[in-house]
T-cell receptor, first 112, second 110 residues
């Protein structure tokens, strides 16, 4: 298996623009997690899905952030409009049941 | 609430020495405690994990201990090598999600 796949790997955008991050979990994994990592706040869980259903979105910072999982092999995290404080590395991770959680390579987002 | 405290925030050791990182968690219902290593610019990768039915687990130079009564767990790295230099994160499972500690920057000096 190729592991968790994320795209793009790097994104530079201007404040106010819409940003869409994409994730393909490992096949067969029924949990998908979106994290944000910054120096100041560490690894924060934004939202997670089980069987494509959002379970806990309490970590989503505000209404500018939204996430979807239309099927078992694809999820998106959207920021609209983006702000400079959204600059961070965004990780997607997946797992099944109580097994090990695997992280994707991350998307480094820079909002100018 | 869901909280994981990790200490120290930075740790410098001489090559060949041991390194110990400690974490505490708040929910006695937590049963799964993984440790992740993150090298600069890379993703976090699982290095070892422990479940609440055991008190210690070893994998070569790495070991993890768990004290459920005190709600703390520790990572032990023996015979450290320069390639062990990285950021290490502990985590505790709350429900179906992992809550991570703030991380420890480990520097191994050769």
């Amino acid at each position: 298996d190729a592991g968790v796949i994320q795209s793009p790997r790097h994104e530079v955008t201007e404040m106010g623009q819409e940003v869409t991050l994409r994730c393909k979990p490992i096949s067969g994994h029924d949990y998908l997690f979106w994290y944000r990592q910054t120096m100041m706040r560490g690894l924060e869980l934004l939202i997670y899905f089980n069987n494509n259903v959002p379970i806990d979105d309490s970590g989503m910072p505000e209404d500018r952030f939204s996430a979807k999982m239309p099927n078992a092999s694809f999820s998106t995290l959207k920021i609209q409009p983006s702000e400079p404080r959204d600059s961070a590395v965004y990780f997607c991770a997946s797992r099944t049941g109580i097994d090990e959680q695997y992280f994707g390579p991350g998307t480094r987002l820079t909002v100018t | 609430g869901e909280n994981v405290e990790q200490h120290p925030s930075t740790l410098s050791v001489q090559e060949g020495d041991s390194a110990v990182i400690k974490c505490t968690y708040s929910d006695s219902a937590s049963n799964y405690f993984p440790w992740y290593k993150q090298e600069l610019g890379k993703r976090p990768q699982l290095i070892i994990d422990i479940r609440s039915n055991v008190g210690e687990k070893k994998d070569q130079r790495i070991a993890v201990t768990l004290n459920k009564t005190a709600k703390h767990f520790s990572l032990h790295i023996t015979e450290t090598q320069p390639e062990d230099s990285a950021v290490y994160f502990c985590a505790a499972e709350y429900g179906n999600k992992l809550v991570f500690g703030a991380g420890t920057i480990l520097r191994v000096k050769s």
